[in-house]
């Protein structure tokens, strides 16, 4: 079992940058795939960022490559989404998860076996 908890979320400026992180107990942390999801009112999950065991290699939605960096501290159990650029339309809840020991990096929200309870993030002036 893995128990993650986001924190870092809020009201934010249109063009803001704030970081969510993620914190992992439970397991071995460096044995997980993890991914930054996110859900916006009346839409589904959606695939926002994942990056691998190691950190070397990451993965992220067209909507916000260039914008949000996905990194981990394996040696403090914890993954962060850096955001910059912040737009209405990034408002949402968002969501870090795990993948034990994948054998691929998946942006398929099935393919994580755990989840934190969300974070809000709100863009808006």
């Known amino acids: 079992q893995v128990q993650l908890v986001e924190s870092g979320g809020g009201l934010v400026q249109p063009g803001g940058s704030p970081r969510l992180s993620c914190a992992a107990s439970?397991?071995?942390?460096?044995?997980?795939?993890m991914g930054w999801f996110r859900q916006a009112p009346g839409k589904e999950r959606e695939f926002v960022a994942a990056?691998?065991?190691?950190?070397?290699?990451?993965y992220y939605a067209d909507s916000v490559k260039g914008r949000f960096t996905i990194s981990r501290d394996n040696s403090k159990n914890t993954v962060y989404l850096q955001m910059n650029s912040l737009k209405p339309e990034d408002t949402a809840v968002y969501y870090c998860?795990?993948?034990?020991?994948?054998?691929?990096?998946?942006?398929?929200?099935?393919?994580?076996?755990?989840w934190g309870q969300g974070t809000q993030v709100t863009v808006s002036s």
């Open positions: 998860a795990a993948d034990h020991l994948p054998t691929v990096l998946s942006r398929r929200p099935g393919e994580y076996e755990y």
């Open positions: 439970g397991r071995i942390f460096s044995n997980y795939a």
């Open positions: 990056i691998s065991r190691s950190g070397g290699r990451t």
